[in-house]
């Protein structure tokens, strides 16, 4: 499983597994110990967590998602330890993995979300963070593999 399979529906929370679509919809099953399955008709607006990115000030104006949740990955692994009660906690951990987050638009309900979403996928799609690490080790790995080549050519 993978961000692109992963939604957030508005007016429903946490987060659903797109499992296929319909003609006037999409099925999908929630991420918890329930995994109710649902229909979700075309009045339901579906963010699908692949294409939502956080703002920021800086010249791209705004960061993947994805991007977020292996930075948290790499900093807190498991934990994030954020107590989502306390607004000033979560600007101060929004400002600690996105430090160019826009305070104007990122919302602390954005932060609880994001905090909340991380906690979920860590929860019952722990394979979305593997595969990233995994990828992150063949790239790695096929360097090392490219210089070797390269020191053997010149030898």
């Known amino acids: 499983m993978d961000l692109n ?5 508005s007016g429903k929370g ?3 597994h797109i499992l296929k679509p319909t003609r006037s919809g999409v099925i999908v099953e929630s991420l918890d110990e329930q ?6 008709g075309a009045n339901h607006r579906v963010s699908v967590l692949k294409e939502v990115s956080i703002y920021t000030t800086d010249t791209e104006g705004s960061v993947p998602l994805e991007d977020v949740f292996s930075k948290i990955q790499e900093e807190f692994g498991d934990d994030p330890g954020v107590d989502t009660s306390d607004t000033e906690e979560l600007k101060a951990f929004t400002r600690h993995i996105i430090p160019e987050y826009d305070e104007e638009r990122v919302y602390p309900s ?3 979300k994001l905090v909340s979403w991380y906690n979920i996928l860590l929860k019952f799609a722990p394979d979305v963070f593997e595969k990233k690490e995994s990828e992150e080790t063949d790239q790695q790995e096929e360097t090392k593999a490219e210089g ?4 053997e050519d010149k030898a």
């Open 148 to 151: 070797q080549e390269e020191k």
């Open 110 to 112: 954005d932060m609880k």
């Open 14 to 16: 946490g987060l659903y």
């Open 35 to 40: 995994k109710k399955k649902m229909v979700i």
């Open 5 to 9: 399979e992963i939604a957030s529906i």
